[in-house]
């Protein structure tokens, strides 16, 4: 009797993760597809960016971000036929059981989407995903990223766009 409880929990768990898609075998399934172009920075070449970071035209914070992103995944479907377009569409929705929403965009052809998987306070994965008539591109980043961190990502507080904003408004006199 306890082997029978014991493997119907186990089929219930199973059953309750088929559903869920991750973000690599999404890419390995259509990075084999005709004109889709595919690349990986795995973590060797992550750890020797690092080494080369340290070129004076970065700057301190672009330096200290790639220092904690461990690899990154990119696929563009653009040249792809309209059909692996609509199945890789239909196969991002299943993302949204495994990833956490950061920011979404939708207008009538386009779609944006940026998600996240955390442990604790860190994110240890970012999928960015672009969908339009024409492309379908996603990136995954893997490593350990703060709040700040994206918040430097995606230029979100930056004293240099602030000083712009403030010099291009017209003075009163």
């Known amino acids: 009797m306890k082997k029978i ?21 999404l890419m390995n ?9 595919y690349a990986h920075v795995s973590p060797l070449l992550m750890m020797l ?7 004076k035209d970065m700057g301190d914070s672009d330096r200290m971000i790639i220092k904690k992103i461990k690899s990154i995944r ?9 059909e692996v377009k609509e199945k890789f569409v239909s196969e991002t929705q299943k993302l949204d059981d495994e990833y956490e929403p950061l920011l979404m965009a939708n207008t009538d052809d386009e779609q944006a989407r940026i998600m ?30 703060s709040n ?23 003075q009163a006199e």
């Open 29 to 37: 399934e259509f990075r084999h597809e005709k004109n889709a172009e």
């Open 148 to 170: 700040d961190d994206i918040q430097k990502i995606f230029g979100m507080n930056n004293k240099k766009s602030k000083a712009k904003r403030k010099k291009s408004q017209p």
């Open 49 to 55: 960016a690092r080494i080369v970071a340290t070129d």
């Open 116 to 145: 996240m998987k955390t442990k604790g306070k860190t994110i240890r994965e970012l999928i960015m995903l672009s969908i339009d008539g024409d492309d379908c591109t996603i990136a995954w980043f893997k490593g350990k990223l």
């Open 5 to 25: 409880i014991i493997f119907l929990a186990m089929a219930v768990v199973a059953v309750q993760t088929l559903p869920a898609k991750s973000v690599k075998s």
């Open 74 to 82: 990119t696929l563009s479907l653009e040249d792809c036929t309209k």
